[in-house]
């Protein structure tokens, strides 16, 4: 189990210098998640039900006191002592012990679901506090950038090429990204909350992300025969095989039911005679059959685990169809992702060229800060759109190494 989850994080954290950081922190939720804890007890009490069913009925003790002590040929019977034990017809303690276990393998499935869950989680709650910060940078450097312009404006307000509406439209617009990068700081304390609360630790302790991530230029091929072994679909296939044990065991219960046991009579001497065996005592074995007449019972289990069988294949190709469908569009988002960050890599090189032509006419004296603002705008919305590129491909990474790993 540990050998797999590790390779696991490793598929979720490829593509940058710091992966150690994430996988570490991926290895300490999976170490401290409540919900893990919770499926493994489950797990563990669906095993310790093995024990429960490999026993016998309980044995029967029964004690009499004759009060009208009934006469024999040897004496009046005082007091009669039974024990009897019912055992159940052969194999029928080892098909329980095989249901048993093969309930307990559905719930082992449950925890490595859970697993590759919470490694998906932590590692698109990292990505979202990745993105949030690149955000806080660029919005930093648009507002020094928006000074920089800000000091040209009053410069040619002196010098009679500007007015002051073009300062006061600066400055408005550093107000407006303020107010952004004041709403990115809440929801970064909003998203390393949920970062740390997955970790199960305090919500206040800071994390610290990678400085650039980057779209390799090559993804890893998708084999969606992996998808077949998911354990999604594995527990539906444990599933059925418990409706197979069940059956089995029901089968078994359908049979006779033997018992043995022993009657002991304490008879009192008689003193008006003296018989053979006078006062003897009475030891009488017995063997009890159980025979179940009314099967009526048994057959219509044998019915309803036929009915769960197909109900669980439905199950499990409509989980088929619905994994199929979440995987094929991950892998078609993450091509939109490269594709959506190679246009913004384009429009952000010509932003910068524009910008460097608007900055030139300055030199001459006929910059048009109208076009200034248009311009960063235009920056900033590509290098947000370019961080949301990076972030959602990392993102649907995830839910194909979720599904195709």
């Known amino acids: 189990m540990k050998r797999i989850v590790l390779i696991g994080i490793g598929l979720l954290t490829f593509g940058f210098s710091s992966a150690q950081q994430l ?68 194999g029928s303690i080892t098909a329980r012990e095989n249901y048993a276990m093969s309930l307990a393998d559905t719930k ?38 928006l000074k920089t312009y800000e000091t040209l404006a009053l410069a040619s307000v002196e010098v009679g090429k500007a007015s002051a509406v073009d300062v006061l439209r600066l400055q408005m617009r550093q107000n407006e990204l303020e107010q952004l990068k004041l709403v990115l700081e809440q929801q970064y304390l909003a998203e ?12 206040k302790i800071e994390i610290t992300v990678v400085n650039e991530l980057i779209i390799p230029t090559e993804s890893n091929d998708i084999n969606y025969e992996n998808l077949a072994f998911h354990p999604e679909l594995l527990k539906y296939d444990k599933l ?8 089995l065991l029901n089968q078994k219960e359908s049979n006779p039911m033997i018992g043995f046991g022993l009657d002991y009579i304490a008879v009192s001497e008689r003193t008006d005679v003296s018989p053979i065996d006078n006062g003897k005592d009475i030891l ?11 099967n009526k ?15 669980i294949t439905a199950q499990k190709q409509e989980r088929i169809n619905m994994l199929e469908t979440i995987l094929d569009k991950a892998i078609h988002d993450r091509i939109s992702a490269r594709i959506s960050y190679s246009t913004q890599t384009k429009n952000l090189k010509q932003a910068k060229d524009a910008e460097e032509i608007l900055i030139k006419s300055y030199e001459t004296g006929t910059i048009n800060f109208n076009d200034v603002l248009d311009i960063q705008e235009l920056q900033l919305k590509f290098q947000v759109n370019q961080i949301e590129s990076v972030k959602d491909y990392y ?11």
């Open 297 to 311: 019972k048994y057959k219509s289990q044998t019915k309803q685990n036929e009915l769960e069988q197909q109900e």
């Open 23 to 90: 996988e570490t922190l991926i290895e300490e939720a999976l170490a401290n998640s409540p919900e893990i804890q919770k499926f493994e007890l489950l797990h563990d009490i669906a095993s310790e039900k093995v024990n429960e069913v490999n026993t016998l009925p309980n044995t029967s003790v029964s004690y009499s006191h004759f009060v009208s002590e009934p006469e024999t040929r040897t004496g009046a019977q005082k007091a009669r002592v039974s024990i009897s034990q019912m055992l159940p017809w052969f």
């Open 240 to 247: 059925f095989a418990s409706i197979e044990q069940s059956e």
């Open 108 to 145: 082992y499935e449950d925890i490595v679901i859970a697993k590759r869950k919470l490694m998906a989680t932590v590692s698109q709650s990292y990505y979202s506090l990745y993105a949030n910060k690149a955000k806080k940078e660029v919005l930093h450097e648009n507002i020094k950038l």
């Open 284 to 294: 009488m074995p017995m063997v009890t059959l159980s025979i179940p007449i009314f």
């Open 192 to 203: 390393q909350t949920t970062f740390n609360k997955l970790l199960n630790r305090d919500k």
């Open 395 to 405: 993102v649907q990474t995830t839910i194909i190494n979720y599904l195709g790993n």
